[in-house]
């Protein structure tokens, strides 16, 4: 009984607002989203080793997209995989996000945030990206980053 009353609980936070403003420099909202940004900017490098320093070997980077059958498809790899993958002569990803709405609870946080990707400086995909950060002895790193990717509807964030 204890433990179906903590999966009922909620964080006693408000919840996330869509669009809200880019988190303040200095605030705990920035050292959230540090390692996103960096993370991106490693992307956009093609620099497999920069990415790995803004994660945690334990998790893992997924796609959500719909199937031309119509069916949900997922494809995950975890983060060394995923930063093998990276050729630093292969195509230039640059991957812009909007406003991010993050989450904190102690030492647990999230990041929801619009994105637009690029690939040699043509429109390749958008959707969302939802991060799960953790605090760590060395400030906040990423655990897991699961996006959506569609490529309609795509406007810069």
Request: with cysteine; charged share 20%; net charge negative.
């Amino acid at each position: 009984m204890i433990l179906l009353s903590l999966l009922l609980q909620t964080t006693p936070v408000a919840p996330i607002v869509k669009g809200t403003a880019l988190p303040p420099p200095g605030s705990e909202e920035a050292a959230v989203t540090a390692p996103l940004v960096a993370l991106l900017a490693a992307l956009e490098r093609s620099d497999g080793a920069a990415i790995l320093a803004q994660t945690l070997p334990d998790g893992i980077v997924t796609a959500v997209r719909t199937g031309a059958d119509g069916q949900p498809q997922r494809r995950s790899l975890r983060w060394a995989e995923f930063a093998a993958q990276l050729k630093p002569d292969g195509a230039r990803i640059v991957e812009r996000i909007g406003r991010p709405a993050v989450e904190i609870d102690g030492e647990v946080a999230m990041i929801w945030t619009p994105y637009t990707v690029t690939v040699d400086g043509t429109l390749s995909h958008c959707g969302y990206d939802h991060v799960d950060a953790v605090r760590t002895a060395t400030g906040w790193k990423i655990l897991n980053l699961t996006y959506s990717h569609r490529t309609q509807g795509c406007a810069q964030p």
